[in-house]
């Protein structure tokens, strides 16, 4: 098989959120089909009807994008494809490798009446696989098949598993696999409904759409000995399957909500950098071969092969994601951070128009005097909301450790006027205006170094002063000096 014939693809549900476990296997098919310079497609499965959620599909969408996974073709629609099914359904009951099922659907609501989907690694774990069911359809006589066929008894249409012999296939990560057909089920293709079943709509879609590969979800394992026999049945070439460990929590059960965020959504909220997230996300199951950590798009995509994704579960670790936002926030080119935190800065209600014009480098200036402090993005409109607005609170904690000597409403006084009278508003112009007062003062530098900090950005900790007060400018400076005096005096 040649590269320019390699075809993948993602196929969520849009019955819940782009979840941790969807993205990761959204961004390995991406991976490879990049590296293989091969096709990626993605395809919606929405035949749910029950729980599907319209509005998720561009929920979905957006996340994808914001990852920065991009598709080739799609997204396609199964709800649009419907017919496809039925007409494969009817021709595997035509040829003999399925029957009608004429039992009430709470007969068959088991695992083969639930919707499954191919993200359903983002779901929790799911029971037990229930014993083999031997419907007694499948050994209904043809005279009474027909006659209740007459009657229009509703049916479901069921595939035929060969009753002995073994079904295997070759997995990328996980080898040679091999299941007794005596433990397979007949399980349900159509529903009595008309829809179709995860089993049918996934194997007949991979065909039509001559996907290669099929990367996803280890769970899924239990799934594929069925949709082997499917391919058979229908007579078409069985893809390359390359199934993926799971996605823990730190306590080593199946991720869930009860660990946390689990959405993709979530993490943009909170203020992770999509590059960070991407980083983290590709070593959850895989390894670059190296002890390198940080990665970007290029290099993922130079070195991914499924021969380094491992066979053992991988372990969300929250901490090591916020290691990878920090190392981000302070490596990423200015230019490409800034639109990031204009985001921060517009739905916190900061924003001003001119940051996005004349103003521009003094943004960059101020966002690189932040970063190296900041762990997420929400940082820079909340701890760091003194940079970008006059309307700001002081911490009690720095009140009550720096404004606690009754001197500093005169020395702060004479150090406004001293900023105002300064020849130059540079760093050491602001430093040295502070240290000649000190020194002529009789107090030290860090009395009024600590407490002109929390004046001028209300927080103990902050970045360098004599830098933080040229970035505010002398106006903003010596206003904020003199509007704090009246609450530092009032101590």
């Given amino acids: 098989m040649t590269n320019e014939k390699l075809r993948v693809r993602f196929a969520p549900s849009p019955t819940g959120y782009l979840h941790v476990g969807g993205a990761r296997t959204a961004l390995f098919n991406w991976l490879f089909a990049r590296h293989a310079g091969g096709t990626f497609l993605l395809r919606i499965e929405d035949t749910d009807v029950e729980r599907n959620r319209p509005e998720l599909v561009e929920g979905i969408l957006a996340d994808l994008a914001w990852l920065g996974i991009t598709w080739d073709e799609g997204p396609f629609f199964q709800s649009e494809r419907l017919a496809l099914y039925r007409e494969a359904a009817e021709r595997l009951l035509a040829g003999g490798a399925a029957y009608p099922c004429f039992c009430a659907p709470a007969q068959y609501a088991g695992p083969e009446g639930q919707e499954e989907s191919e993200a359903a690694d983002e779901k929790e774990a799911k029971t037990a696989p229930a014993a083999r069911q031997v419907c007694s359809c499948r050994h209904l006589a043809a005279a009474e098949r027909e006659a209740r066929l007459r009657e229009n008894q509703p049916y479901a249409i069921r595939f035929r598993v060969p009753e002995s012999g073994v079904t295997g296939f070759s997995d990328d990560v996980f080898g040679e696999q091999e299941v007794a057909n005596s433990e397979i089920e007949d399980f349900v293709l159509l529903r009595s409904s008309g829809l179709p079943t995860y089993q049918l709509s996934v194997v007949v879609d991979d065909v039509a759409m001559g996907i290669t590969h ?35 929590g730190p306590d080593r059960t199946r991720l869930s909500k009860r660990h946390g965020a ?17 980083n983290f996300l ?6 670059p071969g190296n002890d390198a950590e940080l990665l ?10 499924f021969a380094s994704v491992s066979r053992t579960n991988a372990v969300f670790d929250r901490a090591k994601l916020e290691w990878f936002n920090v190392q981000y926030l302070q490596k990423l080119p200015i230019d490409r951070l800034l639109p990031y935190v204009e985001a921060e800065l517009r739905r916190a209600g900061l924003w001003r128009e001119e940051w996005a014009g004349a103003e521009r480098p003094w943004l960059a200036h101020v966002v690189d005097l932040l970063r190296p402090r900041a762990r997420l993005l929400g940082d820079f409109p909340t701890w760091a909301r003194a940079f970008f607005s006059d309307d700001f609170d002081y911490e009690e904690a720095a009140r009550a450790k720096f404004w606690n000597d009754a001197r500093l409403p ?34 030290k530098a860090a009395l009024l170094i600590n407490a002109t900090r929390v004046a001028i950005v209300g927080r103990a900790v902050a970045p360098p002063l004599f830098e ?6 002398r106006e903003r400076v010596v206003t904020r000096i003199r509007r704090a005096l009246p609450a530092i005096g009032s101590r």
């Fill in 262 to 278: 689990t959405s993709v959504g979530a993490y943009t909220q909170e203020g992770f950098l999509p590059e960070a997230f991407r």
């Fill in 214 to 248: 099929v990367v996803r979800g280890a769970d899924h394992l239990s799934n594929t000995p069925k949709q082997v026999l499917l391919y058979g049945a229908l007579g078409a070439t069985l893809p390359v399957f390359a199934h993926v460990p799971l996605i823990l």
């Fill in 468 to 473: 933080t007060m040229v970035v505010l400018g």
């Fill in 410 to 443: 005169a020395l702060l006084e004479k150090l406004a006027a001293a900023l105002e009278a300064a020849s130059a508003w540079d760093h050491d112009s602001c430093e040295r205006a502070l240290r000649d007062l000190g020194a002529a003062e009789g107090v």
């Fill in 296 to 305: 970007d798009s290029e290099e993922m995509i130079r070195l991914f092969s």
């Fill in 282 to 287: 590709v070593l959850l199951g895989w390894s």
